[in-house]
């Protein structure tokens, strides 16, 4: 059983090359042509210039580029200009992109790359792509380098590690001052070697060190191969990606292999475990979980999980540590209904050591799983019992095949939730809770027939392009098919037609926003064939109908929930480089409240402070988000064994004390020691406690609701309450 640490977000969500897993896709990135044949990974020789050799771009690199660029100038959202400031920013982007860590580069590097500091938009102009490969083949023979230097050390050099001496690693890097010789470089990587060893014999003391020395020869070897890989296609792709990123995060050019991926990805054909993943520094990183897909229903992966290796079955592990995110989906595909191990550092990990493994069987995600569900809760109130509608919606869906061809019965989210509200309806719910969390999007039609089931008509959201048209989409169906008390609870990963659903709501006064800030994507995409290969451009812009945009803030709610991602500084729309930013347009003709909701508000607000303060779960959450913010302002690791073996035990008795806190307030039996609880069933991560999942909450009866769910149904009823009293009321005037 793994030693669970307090929560500590890794760095960055969302940056690097991000990887579509949704149903088990092909990677977004191009496939590199096969490392060439003279080395194996157990072979390849430690002489960094018998193995070092540059890559040299192609001349088709040289009209793509043109044709790129000239497509951000004249099509893209934003007034794109191409300039000396665009130059300096693209240069920053791209060395980061390279060596974000800061552990490859000398100083002297970054003076030489100087030189293109104001003339890369010039070169990109001329489709020259040279600089881009010149900066990459200095990288990769630092990396080179350094995998040379960290083998000697493991295979060659027999001098004992010494975990006596008080030193330590700094964790995070970008900030910190480039190294400003070999010697400091030398240094710093004879600290992570001397840590990866560390890490190794605290995660199992009864391995041998030969044994460590031969796994982490097996890892830094892989990692050389997986860097010997890389052909001019990966460089000219990263190059073109820091470009097109300098716009904006969510624009990109794809080349032949990758938009055949991309379109492989929209179609829905591969099977896999359904998470998206992205490459941070050397590791595998979990961006999100696909709601109803493989991983979703196994229940254990979680955002911001690092995965190390991969088993096929009971096979033995592969370390990807270092692999690219395309080759390490290649491993995570599969037939269907077989099972895929992976070990992983759980985003809660407060050091490398803490590992887990989780089975998956792999699947596709069904229609059926990501379908909303509805169930009711009770919320006692002075002796009375309120009955509260619950429904979960984990992405805005349409079966489009069947729609296309005329099925009278083809599946939608507004059709299935007007089936559930007339269920819940004949039931006689006292309200109805719209469970958004984790919801990352999906149609924007059925965004907007959905708000129409809670409106009589109007619109619901403005959209305005490059060329500053202004699209008002709405509803036009009259008459509303519930028109009770209605909340909608959301978190920092809804996102997008979550946010057009849930803006609207709230600008509507039709209800309350429960929850955090939302994600803030509110932008639009279009595709642009160019040759065999693609372009996916920003072209237009999302506002609410109060004239407010979503993008970059995402939606505010009216009543805040504590929530772990909050802590994080990578999550979310503003966390990406150049994110467009926030701005308001027009108010929209034609919009008018249901109701006035504002008064209330601030009873609402206080009530529910008032509950957290003596609710166990939210104290707990607290707790917890408190602790992540304290790991998060230290950044160094430790390299002496008895410091960290004590940072260890004061860690494990802290979870201790506050779970045992948690628990005796619920009346439950407190954990006897450490070992007791972490062979226990409970969920200690936060991550998990604030995800929706209805089929979990409801199996048992005596199983414990979902504290989120139950506090919504807590303001629901205060908003009933104060509705007889006459504080406001739902009908409009």
Known sequence: MIIKKAISLPKTVLSGSILGLLLGLAAVLPLSAQQSPQYLASNIPLDVDAIYEAITPIDEYTPITRAVLSQLVRNHYSEVQVNDDFSSLMLDRYIERLDPSRIYFTQADIDEFEEYRFELDDMLRAGDVNAGFEMYNRYRQRVIERMVYSLRRIEEDETPFDFTVDESLIIDRSEEPWPTSFAELEDLWRKRVKSNVLNAVLADEETSMEEIRADLSERYRSQLSQLLKNDQREVFQSYMDTMTMVVDPHTQYYLPQAAENFNMNMSLQLQGIGAVLTTENEYTEVVSIVTGGPADLAGELQPNDRITAVAQGDGDFVDVIGWRVDDVVQLIRGEKGSVVRLNVIPSSAENDFEQRIISITRDTVQLENQSAKSEIIEVERDGEIFNIGVIELPTFYIDFAAYQNRDPNYRSTTRDVRNLLEELKEQNVDGVVVDLRNNGGGS???????????????????????????????????????????????????????????????????????????????????????????????????????????????????????????????????ALDSALPWDTIETTSFYRPFADLQPLLPTLVSRHEQRLQGDPDFIYINAQIQKALENRADNTLSLNRETLLAERAENDAWRLRTLNARRTAKGEEPYASVEEMDNSDEVEDVTAINTPGLDEITEDEDEELDPYLRESGNVLVDMIELQRSNVFTFAAE
């Open 444 to 574: 924007l039609s059925e965004a907007n027939s959905l708000v129409g089931l809670f409106i009589d008509r109007g619109p619901t959201v403005q959209v305005m392009d490059a060329e500053n048209n202004n699209i008002v989409q709405g509803d036009s169906d009259p008459g509303m098919v519930y028109d009770g008390p209605l909340a909608v609870l959301v978190n920092r990963l809804s996102a997008s037609a979550s946010e057009i659903f849930a803006g609207a709501i709230q600008d509507y006064q039709r209800g309350v926003v429960l929850g955090s800030q939302t994600f803030g994507k509110g932008t639009v995409q279009e595709l642009i064939p160019m040759g065999s290969g693609q372009l996916k451009i920003t072209r237009a812009k999302f506002y609410r109908i109060s004239g407010e945009s979503t993008q970059f803030r995402g939606v505010l709610p009216d009543v805040d929930f504590p929530d772990i991602y909050d802590v994080s500084e990578e999550i979310g729309e503003e």
